[in-house]
């Protein structure tokens, strides 16, 4: 079972940009298809992006497509969202995920992934 640690949240004006980070250990990234979900208060964890272990195929929500980038780097056995263009409702606890299934484009439910991080605060000020 790999083990997941978010870091990188904190407090950013809108239009501003953050990089989040995502260490992993007990097992390599390179094992697993990766994602990014957020949870703002009161709302149900939502999908962000995620990206293949092969290929590097990346996929993303519609909410944050074109502002958010995912990517992987397995040397480091890290996974990162780079966040531009940030708004106040992209305000979320975000988390990091993986999974040793194959994962495709319809891979956005939770579900799909079973292990988790404890995630890290975002709050996006207007």
């Known amino acids: 079972q790999v083990q997941l640690v978010e870091s990188g949240g904190g407090l950013v004006q809108a239009g501003g940009s953050l990089i989040l980070s995502c260490a992993a250990s007990g097992r390599t990234v390179s094992s697993y298809d990766m994602g990014w979900f957020r949870q703002a208060p009161g709302k149900e964890r939502e999908f962000v992006a995620s990206?293949?272990?092969?290929?590097?195929?990346?996929y993303y929500a519609d909410s944050v497509k074109d502002r958010f980038t995912i990517s992987r780097d397995n040397a480091k056995n890290t996974v990162f969202l780079r966040m531009n263009s940030l708004k106040p409702e992209d305000t979320a606890v975000y988390y990091c995920?993986?999974?040793?299934?194959?994962?495709?484009?319809?891979?956005?439910?939770?579900?799909?992934?079973?292990?988790w991080g404890q995630g890290t605060q975002v709050t996006v000020s207007s």
């Open positions: 995920a993986a999974d040793s299934k194959y994962l495709s484009s319809s891979s956005t439910h939770e579900d799909f992934f079973g292990s």
């Open positions: 990206i293949s272990r092969i290929g590097g195929r990346t």
